[in-house]
């Protein structure tokens, strides 16, 4: 049974960091294709940073790359994304993915960034 556990959002201030991240069973993340995928009221569903299954990472925006980082402990089966000079604009429900056409999700994680 595939599962996708987020964890580590939170309530942090602009320029705060946060390390997301989200444990797998079931399967076995390197030899999947993985992505964080965060969902706003305003913008809806934005991919924000994939891990394929060669071991190539990306993240999808340039405002984001610098700031975000994807990283996979492939003997924990766990995924991460670290988050740092977060911004309001960055307050997002933020999902675990599985598949380059996501067919697992986990249940999301809130991050809230605000003074």
């Known amino acids: 049974q595939v599962q996708l556990v987020e964890s580590g959002g939170g309530l942090v201030q602009p320029g705060g960091s946060l390390r997301l991240s989200c444990a797998a069973s079931?399967?076995?993340?390197?030899?999947?294709?993985m992505s964080w995928v965060r969902q706003t009221p305003g913008k809806g569903l934005e991919w924000v940073s994939s891990i394929y299954s060669d071991g190539r990472n990306t993240t999808y925006q340039d405002s984001w790359k610098g700031r975000f980082t994807m990283s996979r402990d492939n003997a924990k089966n766990t995924l991460y994304l670290q988050m740092n000079s977060l911004k309001s604009e960055d307050t997002a429900v933020y999902y675990c993915t599985r598949g380059e056409i996501p067919l697992d999700w986990g249940q999301g994680t809130q991050v809230t960034v605000s003074s």
């Open positions: 079931g399967f076995t993340c390197s030899t999947n294709h």
